[in-house]
């Protein structure tokens, strides 16, 4: 799998959707662990998504 699934997963995660079909939140947290890449990138989606919360953007 490449990384563009699991960042497509990690914001479903972050917007609190179901991730994709045929993702498991055990494979997202795996591959998290071994790509720095997608765990910075899940920190700053993560960041946005509690900024727009603040300011009622979302
Ligand atoms: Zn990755």
């Known amino acids: 799998m490449h990384c563009s699934e699991f960042r497509t997963a990690l914001s479903a995660r972050v917007d609190g959707e179901d991730l994709p079909p045929g993702m498991t939140g055990a494979a997202l947290d795996a591959h998290l662990r071994g790509c720095g890449e997608c765990c910075a ?16 953007v979302a």
């Open 41 to 56: 990138w899940g920190e700053r989606a993560r960041r946005l998504r509690l900024l727009a919360a603040r300011f009622d």
